[in-house]
């Protein structure tokens, strides 16, 4: 049980690994998100997660105050948003045209998509529903600000339930009980989306939203273009 989450993030270094090597000009990219990315979980996990939503057995964690963290956190975190950050644009072949110059409005908005967590988090919302509302919200303005990022949303979300179902499902195959040891109990609600935990199901809808078009909004990109169409001077490569 104890390499279970191991296994499930070993998975996702294959698929980053993968798209990390189809795309050199994403690179950068999938780096970035990735390293900003990697330490939000185990921060996450230490202050909230743990108390009141998910305590996964870990193959290797050390204790923070208290709170056992494993190294598995760490790269999920950097998998997971790595993937989500460019695989509309490898699946699809895609290139991405910017702007003249970086959207300042894309820091606005993370900072306040962290606000809205927070103030949640006041009004005790369950970690994962104030994690899972805040990125939905700040996908909406990311997305208002451009709606060219919509299809790049939507397609991520799409992309990442196709990869991360079937680990969950080989989860509670292989160790039925695995809701009453991952997870804190009344950490879930009971309710299953097509063989997966609703809450998790929900989160990573928001999270790859959010995180698949980030570095889009920063870059204040154009347009899509296809990887065969001759590129112009102004694409990011």
Known sequence: MSYAYLFGVCVLGVVWAIFFFLRKDLRKQQVLISILSAPLAPISQVLWFHHDYWRPPYALFVEIQGVPVGIEELFFAFFISGIGSVAYQVIFRKRIERGWQHSLVTIAIVGLTVVAFL???????????????????????????????????????????????????????????????????????????????????????????????????????????????????SVLE
Not at 156 to 161: A, F, P
Not at 173 to 178: E, G, H, L, R, T
Not at 208 to 227: D, H, K, M, P, T
Request: glycine share 6%; aromatic share 16%.
């Open 119 to 233: 103030v949640l988090k006041l009004f005790n919302f369950n970690t994962i529903w104030a994690s899972t509302d805040a990125l939905l919200l700040g996908t909406l303005m990311l997305v208002a600000m451009n709606r060219r990022l919509m299809p790049d949303a939507l397609i991520s979300v799409g992309l990442v339930l196709i990869l991360t179902y079937p680990l969950y499902w080989a989860l509670f195959f292989i160790f039925p009980d695995a809701h009453s040891i991952f997870w804190v109990s009344g950490g879930l609600s009971g309710t299953d989306l097509l063989g997966a935990p609703l809450e998790e199901m929900t989160w990573f809808v928001a999270w790859a939203a959010f995180s698949g078009i980030l570095y889009e909004s920063w870059v204040n990109v154009q347009r899509y273009i296809s990887l065969d169409e001759r590129p112009a001077a």
